[in-house]
């Protein structure tokens, strides 16, 4: 039996973003949950500026086959953590979707770029999977900073996002404590390269609001620049040693970039055999016995 595919989006004041990622994944998949604050509020609690009429009539143009559920609710909750509120958000969206099938959960700004084989991958492994609670995590190649000389890449240990599970139980943002199994199959991550309101507004209301000092993060990103680019070195601003450096792509459209193969070659940090050992089980919890980060 073929299972579903089921894809949940949390959508806020970057919706607009939502007309590069839904596309993508519109025809690959069988059901899709578009979940928003009733209230328009952020995970940080603030209000935010919404054009309903826009988001809606959009949905309507794109929605030809029936398989987009608009989910309203109070998702702020907690007035002291903004990552309990994503949390929460996440976990509801997965009960609206239901019970059963594969469970995507993404960001607006999150674009695959292979999302038919990630999609037969999960239609192969169904059965095999099926009484195993489990996440399939995808490389994450980040955009830090648009200029008008191309796009800022970070380049560094390869970042895996939790993005499938056949048994939706969040805890941390889309983490739980399954076992992890990578399949390589690259999302390109929008992340930092926004304008500079869009950012500010952002780095306010995420659910990492708290995790560091967003504002001198945020200044030091300003600076960032072809001049000065080559210095940064292992600068990301919560785990150390993951963002080893930068490099410059020339183009001028993100929608280029995601069919861009060479570019997906030039971000790739990791190896056939590096996915299969840590999908090995035993010699991931060895790993893990003797507390050493690979």
Not at 106 to 128: A, G, M, P, Q, R
Not at 230 to 240: A, G, M, Q, R, V
Request: one cysteine or more; proline letters at 2%; a positive charge.
């Amino acid at each position: 039996m073929i299972s579903k595919i089921k894809v949940g989006i949390c959508i806020a004041y970057d919706w607009e973003m939502l007309k590069l990622s839904l596309p993508i994944v519109y025809n690959e998949v069988d059901t899709i949950c578009l979940s928003l604050d009733i209230d328009r509020k952020t995970w940080a609690g603030n209000t935010f500026d919404f054009d309903s009429k826009s988001f809606y009539k959009y949905v309507n143009e794109i929605d030809t086959q029936n398989k987009i559920i608009i989910y309203e609710d109070d998702f702020f909750i907690d007035t002291a953590s903004t990552m309990k509120n994503e949390v929460y958000q996440r976990n509801k969206m997965a009960e609206k979707l239901g019970k059963g099938g594969w469970h995507i959960q993404i960001d607006v700004d999150e674009y695959f770029t292979e999302i038919k084989s990630f999609v037969n991958f999960l239609k192969k492994k169904h059965d095999f999977l099926k009484n195993k609670d489990i996440n399939i995590c995808l490389p994450i190649y980040t955009m830090f900073k648009k200029t008008n000389h191309g796009f800022f890449f970070v380049k560094g240990k390869p970042e895996w996002f939790s993005i499938a599970t056949n048994n939706p139980s969040y805890s941390f943002g889309r983490r739980n404590g399954y076992f992890n199994l990578l399949f390589d199959s690259p999302i390109i991550h929008q992340s930092w390269a926004r304008e500079e309101s869009e950012i500010l507004q952002k780095i306010k209301n995420w659910g990492h609001k708290d995790d560091f000092d967003t504002q001198s993060f945020f200044r030091k990103w300003k600076s960032l620049s072809v001049q000065n680019y080559l210095d940064w070195e292992n600068f990301h601003p919560i785990e150390e040693g993951v963002w080893e450096k930068l490099i410059l792509i020339k183009g001028d459209n993100i929608q280029d970039l995601i069919k861009d193969n060479k570019l997906l070659q030039k971000l790739k940090s990791y190896s056939k055999l590096e996915i299969l050992l840590k999908n090995n089980k035993v010699f991931s919890k060895i790993m893990q016995l003797l507390r050493i980060k690979w």
